[in-house]
């Protein structure tokens, strides 16, 4: 499975999803998917069997945004994580598939009587592992849960400074972003399948003769996540890299920097999908797609992602992250992304844009954007 490629979680969250809907779940089949060829002893099996029954009954037939059962998140997460891990071991099974536990899981979501039942539930596995275990998996689950008041900043900054000790919250903080990121299409297949992103580009920038691009199907249907959403979903992910470069926060992590590679490759895939749907069904000017190519190319080389930077009239593209994506509160945020998805050349050179961010990561070991600090986002004073 190559975790960067919407297919293949396309078909892990199919397969997760049909045995899920079964008349009787068999968790076996469950943990034999997570883990794929590798292994767990019968005691650890058994015990994720229970955390797993826990999950399946806390959360239901609770969804998430788009649709798919909410028990998809964990479970996935789990699997991409497991991928890259030589040894699996069950507590940091348990972390990564509990990661949202104290997120989502509260007293007034449930009857007490049901809650109480819950509640006894997780006791009841949790007494089944080490009292140190115990220990670790709480204070795990403690550091991966943002509180209400903590801006998105800072609860990644105190994740990471945790990192030294506990390079697994790394991890599995990569690894939920990895399938936030996958998980913001109803797809049934990759819009890049067949298609050549970079061949199109350079066909822009250099042909006279290119007719540009033409999707083979028609405009599809609303989503219930546009355009603007998912770039404020990069936003996030280059947040969160930036904050791991600056703390050094994978360093020596073998697992963590191949999560992170994978997160990269998948968050450039999906600007690129943005920008080829703009491309395919609104923008259809070859010579302005051309000139909002080159003014971008020329934004980009200049060091304009290399940091955060001021709103200017003479430049659109900059102080977009201050002015569109650092937005704290919900509503102000949504009506600035409404703005920005109406504002179709705009939404081309963004995409383009973070499309460089995430060559940038995958290129350069040192580089981030400079500017994002767990205090929030700021234009660097020169």
């Known amino acids: 499975m190559i975790l960067h490629e919407l297919n293949a979680f396309l078909r892990l969250s199919a397969v997760l999803n049909y045995q899920l809907s079964a008349k009787t779940i068999d968790w076996n089949n469950i943990i034999n998917i997570i883990l794929g060829p590798k292994s767990l002893p019968a005691e650890s099996k058994s015990i994720l069997i229970t955390v797993l029954e826990y999950l399946s009954k ?19 997460s789990t699997a991409l994580l497991a991928h890259v891990t030589d040894h699996p071991t069950l507590l940091n099974l348990m972390t990564i598939l509990l990661h949202d536990n104290f997120e989502d899981i509260k007293p007034r979501h449930f009857e007490i009587k049901n809650w109480l039942k819950f509640d006894a539930k997780f006791q009841n596995f949790l007494k089944m592992i080490p009292e140190t275990d115990q220990w670790f998996l709480i204070e795990r689950l403690s550091w991966l849960t943002k509180t209400p008041n903590e801006t998105y900043y800072h609860y990644i900054g105190r994740l990471l400074n945790q990192s030294k000790n506990s390079p697994e919250v790394v991890r599995v903080k990569l690894a939920d972003r990895l399938d936030n990121t996958l998980d913001m299409r109803i797809e049934y297949q990759d819009p890049l399948q067949k298609v050549d992103f970079f061949e199109i580009i ?10 540009g691009y033409q999707p083979d199907i028609p405009h599809p249907p609303p989503a219930l996540l546009n355009g603007a959403q998912r770039l404020y979903q990069l936003f996030k992910n280059t947040v969160l890299m930036s904050l791991i470069r600056q703390k ?7 697992e963590a920097n191949i999560i992170f590679q994978y997160l990269a490759r998948a968050s450039m895939r999906e600007a690129q999908r943005i920008a080829l749907h703009i491309f395919g069904y609104h923008e259809h000017d070859a010579s302005k797609t051309r000139q909002l190519l080159i003014d971008t190319m ?25 002015s569109t994506f650092d937005e704290i509160k919900r509503n102000l ?3 600035k992304l409404s703005e920005l998805y109406s504002d179709k050349p705009l939404m081309i050179q963004t995409s383009v844009a973070f499309i460089v961010i ?3 990561f995958i290129n350069d070991p040192n580089y981030y954007v400079k500017g994002i600090s767990e205090e929030g986002v700021k234009p660097e004073t020169k």
């Open 248 to 254: 050094n926060a994978a360093h020596g992590d073998q």
């Open 333 to 335: 945020r949504e009506q």
């Open 358 to 360: 995430f060559l940038s």
């Open 202 to 211: 350079f066909q822009m920038l250099f042909s006279n003769t290119f007719k």
């Open 58 to 76: 806390v959360y239901g037939k609770k969804k998430r945004r788009l649709g798919p059962l909410s028990i998809l998140h964990p479970l996935r």
């Open 298 to 322: 020329n934004y980009v080389q200049a060091g304009g992602i290399d940091s955060i930077t001021p709103p200017i009239p003479e430049q659109r593209l900059d102080g977009l992250f201050v």
